[in-house]
């Protein structure tokens, strides 16, 4: 099965589209636009840019470009260097599951109590987590009986990793929804922006007109980071000026985004701790005002989650999903320090589907989540 990878193709990124207005600063060379000032201005000078710019009528859509769905999209492409890097990311967790096995069999040919113990030990040590652990060694002990050396129990094991993705539902699809509005979410530093605009640039290069609302208007330089993005994506943007209401900044984003025409808003959001009441309150506002504008939307909520936080993602993921209702997770730095293991933990404890994993800081650095490739490069 071909692996399902992001590839860089810098010359097929499709040009933003052109508007005289400041708030598309998709134009802005890489350097210029790190040490551009913020253009700051108000929502109604957004609205009338986003009316100037469908008067002009144009277009980023290169003509004979498939517009076919994300997910179908992602499926074509497939590149070594990613497999690659991923498995040398999960090069500390797969010397657990392969040497470290290997080496509890060392003199023995059944599964004993002691091993069973020790490999317990080796399934949280990979960060899976207390009870998915439990679950995984409950199925392992009623199959001991037919496992007779390393091999076998690892050919068991990864049946029973599989079998936590096959019950994980899907994650909605794009396709249909015009403008299809994404909300990224999620604590400080995670990638949320990083992959904004790794997306941003696959459905760019798709033929996607893509749109970002800087709706992070608290930390300093967020704007411009995410306007760098943009600017590399081919994607418009739609800002306000630091400190400015998020949930405005959203709104106006919706609202240039139908004006043009745009397939896809991406509605990049301030990095909060899922524990602070007043920040989550505030991110529920920006949802609510998301469907003001447009019905349904945002039609997903993307929470990115950080690998290398391990055990502590879950109760992340919880407090977003009672929140905001989360449509999927991308969960970055799996090319890190982290342990694969939190990605079962994941699977099997959260009813949400994996949909992403970030494999480097890269525009390319951006997969859809296989089951089957994750297991390969695992074992
Ligand atoms: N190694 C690695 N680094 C990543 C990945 N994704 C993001 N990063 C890095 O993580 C750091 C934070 O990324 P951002 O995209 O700014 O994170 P954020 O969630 O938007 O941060 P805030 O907006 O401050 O909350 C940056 O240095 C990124 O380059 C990944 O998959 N692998
Ligand atoms: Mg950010």
């Avoid at 106006?252 to 899922?274: K, M, N, P, Y």
């Avoid at 529920?284 to 502590?312: C, F, M, S, W, Y």
Wanted: net charge negative; aromatic share 4%; proline share 3%.
């Amino acid at each position: 099965m071909a692996f399902k990878w992001f590839k860089k193709k810098k010359d097929d990124v499709a040009p933003p589209a052109e508007t005289d207005a400041a708030s598309v600063d998709a134009g802005l060379p890489e350097e210029a636009a790190a040490e551009a000032p913020v253009a700051a201005h108000t929502r109604e000078e957004d609205i009338t840019a986003a009316e100037a710019a469908d008067e002009s009528g144009t277009d980023s859509v290169p003509a004979g470009e498939d517009s076919s769905s994300d997910v179908q999209a992602l499926s074509e492409n497939g590149g070594s260097g990613l497999f690659a890097r991923l498995k040398s990311g999960l090069s500390k967790t797969r010397k657990i599951l392969t040497t470290d096995i290997d080496e509890l069999f060392l003199g023995k040919k059944i599964v004993d109590d002691d091993m069973i113990e020790d490999l317990e030990e080796l399934l949280i040590t990979a960060d899976m987590g207390v009870q998915t652990t439990m679950d995984i060694m409950e199925r392992i002990s009623g199959k001991r009986s037919r496992i007779s050396g390393a091999g076998e129990l690892k050919r068991v094991l990864k049946e029973e990793i599989l079998a936590y993705f096959d019950t994980v539902p899907d994650a909605p699809s794009d396709s249909a929804i015009q403008p299809h509005v994404v909300m990224v979410v999620g604590v400080n530093g995670v990638g949320k922006t990083t992959t904004i605009g790794k997306l941003a640039a696959h459905q760019s290069r798709r033929g996607k007109k893509v749109l970002i609302a800087a709706a992070d208007t608290f930390r300093a330089a967020a704007i411009e980071q995410v306007a760098i993005w943009a600017e590399r994506a081919g994607a418009d943007i739609v800002r306000h000026k630091d400190n400015a209401d998020p949930a405005a900044v959203a709104y106006d984003g919706i609202e240039a985004a139908i004006s043009r025409g745009v397939d896809t808003v991406f509605v990049d959001t301030a990095g909060r701790l899922h524990t602070k009441v007043n920040l989550m309150e505030e991110i529920k506002k920006i949802q609510r005002t998301l469907a003001k504008r447009l019905p349904d939307a945002p039609h997903e909520v993307l929470l990115v989650l950080d690998a290398t936080t391990g055990q502590n993602a879950l109760s992340q993921a919880k407090m977003f999903n009672d929140a905001l209702g989360v449509t999927g997770i991308a969960l970055t730095k799996l090319d890190g320090t982290a342990k694969g293991g939190i990605v079962i933990s994941i699977c099997s404890s959260l009813n949400i589907p994996l949909k992403y994993i970030g494999v480097g800081e890269g525009m390319e650095d951006l997969q859809i989540f296989d089951p089957q490739q994750f297991v390969e490069a695992l074992f």
